[in-house]
C-alpha cells in the first residue's frame, strides 16, 4: 500500500475535525494515535502555536508514550505592555 493510501484518510479526518470546533487535547491524541496505527512510531509529541491573546504568547501541547496529552499557555514576557 503507498503511504498516500495510508494517509489520506487521516488526513480527510484531520481536515474535517478541525473546520468544527475541536478540543484540541482530543484532536491531538488522536491524530497520534492515527499516526502510530499506520506504521509511522510516535514516542511523542508536541504541537506549538501562537495566540493573539495579551496575557499568553503561545499555547502547547506534550503528548509522551503511553501517558495522557499535556496542554498549558505560555506567558508573555512582554505582559502589561
Known amino acids: 500500500m503507498s503511504h ?3 494517509i489520506s484518510p487521516i488526513r480527510e ?4 475535525k478541525a ?3 475541536p478540543d484540541v487535547v482530543e484532536l491531538f491524541s488522536t491524530l497520534c494515535l492515527k499516526i502510530s496505527s499506520v506504521g509511522i ?3 511523542r ?3 506549538f502555536w ?3 491573546h495579551p496575557l499568553f504568547q503561545a499555547e502547547t ?3 509522551g508514550c503511553g501517558s495522557r496529552c499535556i496542554f498549558r499557555a505560555i506567558c508573555s ?3 502589561g505592555i
Open 13 to 16: 479526518w484531520l481536515i474535517d
Open 19 to 21: 473546520l468544527g470546533n
Open 77 to 79: 514576557p512582554r505582559r
Open 41 to 43: 512510531p510516535i514516542t
Open 45 to 47: 509529541a508536541r504541537l
Open 50 to 52: 501562537p495566540t493573539l
Open 4 to 6: 498516500e493510501a495510508l
Open 61 to 63: 501541547g506534550f503528548l
